[in-house]
């Protein structure tokens, strides 16, 4: 079955990296995902990796995918309070990808000044 | 920028009122989706849609129904709404082309049965 686990919380020091992990189990998978909600609002996607990549950089963030292990990281380079909120990591269900997203329970990021 | 427009933020509904949620997108997606979102549980898939008038079950179908008369627009249907429906309902949308694309959401519905 498809299942994706990440820890609930996180807590970091305004200024330093925050470093988010996720465990997947659908080796198929072709897309990995980083989505950030926000208090009382919808998904929005920060990133995302194909499955053919170990690493992806794009300004603070850093998505770092080890297909072996099935570990997904994100790194948050320099956080500051607006990076509190929930990330969730995502991943593709089935090949076609249509079938929708299996999304872990998200990560809170809280962030301390 | 993608546009995923869900039709209310928050609503109210009567234990066994049929209650209709909307969808709409504004760019075109073949794919649309419906989650439901639970503390503790994350994002659970309710249906999805590959085209106009086709729709699949996702892991929580039950007590609900979709319909997918046009393109933009995705509806679901609470048949007759019961209090373990209160939620927060996401809708989705992407791309179909190259078979995988990121879904892109709407802001979230907050549904309340009572």
């Known amino acids: 079955g498809e299942d994706v686990e990440q820890s609930l919380f996180l807590s970091v020091r305004e200024g330093d990296s925050s470093v988010i992990n996720c465990t997947y189990t659908?080796?198929?998978?072709?897309?990995l995902y980083w989505y950030k909600q926000e208090p009382g609002a919808g998904l929005q996607l920060l990133t995302y990796i194909f499955s053919n990549m170990d690493m992806k950089q794009d300004q603070r963030l850093t998505v770092l995918l080890n297909k072996k292990d099935k570990h997904l990281s994100l790194r948050i380079a320099d956080t500051q309070t607006g990076d509190s909120a929930i990330y969730f990591c995502a991943e593709s269900r089935g090949r076609r990808g249509a079938d929708g997203l299996t999304f872990g329970k998200g990560t809170h990021l809280i962030i301390q000044p | 920028d993608v546009k995923v427009t869900q039709s209310s933020r928050y609503l109210v509904k009567r234990t066994g009122e049929k209650v209709f949620l909307e969808c709409v997108q504004d760019?075109?997606?073949?794919?649309m989706f419906w989650y439901r979102q639970d503390p503790g549980l994350g994002l659970r898939l309710i249906y999805f849609s590959y085209d106009v008038k086709m729709k699949e079950k996702g892991d929580i179908p039950e007590g609900y129904s979709v319909s997918r008369e046009k393109k933009e627009r995705f509806s679901l249907i609470l048949e007759s709404a019961s209090t373990n429906q209160t939620s927060m309902y996401l809708c989705a949308s992407s791309l179909r082309q190259g078979g995988n694309q990121p879904q892109h959401f709407g802001d979230g519905t907050r549904l309340s049965i009572l």
């Open positions: 659908d080796s198929s998978s072709t897309y």
């Open positions: 760019m075109d997606h073949e794919n």
